[in-house]
Nanobody, 112 residues
């Protein structure tokens, strides 16, 4: 069974940083675009960033503050989040959108 496990969430003050990790099991991520989305209660899941090879995309709201990366040897993807804002508070999910496969999410809370 394909699995994705996110980690690295937590609580931080505005302006702080967090680094999220996503480790895949029982499949290899090499040929897949890895994505990070986020969702807050009552809202739709929102695109944050994605990466496939050297093709990287970011939502406008995180451009210049977040950095997505991947290490196919470790079968993992990462999201470095700098200059965090209270509006970034959310549950962050890692996944392969084309497969409809997502992890369980990790909570990021940013206080003002």
């Amino acid at each position: 069974q394909m699995e994705l496990l996110e980690s690295g969430g937590g609580s931080v003050q505005a302006g702080g940083s967090l680094s999220l990790s996503c480790v895949a099991s029982n499949f290899t991520i090499t040929k897949y675009r890895m994505s990070w989305y986020r969702q807050t209660p009552g809202k739709e899941r929102e695109f944050v960033a994605s990466i496939l090879g050297e093709e990287i995309n970011y939502a406008d709201s995180v451009k210049g503050r977040f950095t997505i990366s991947r290490d196919d040897d470790k079968n993992a993807a990462y999201l470095l989040m700098n200059n965090l804002k209270p509006a970034d508070t959310s549950v962050y999910y890692c996944g392969v959108r084309t497969l409809g496969h997502w992890g369980q999410g990790t909570l990021v809370t940013v206080s003002s």
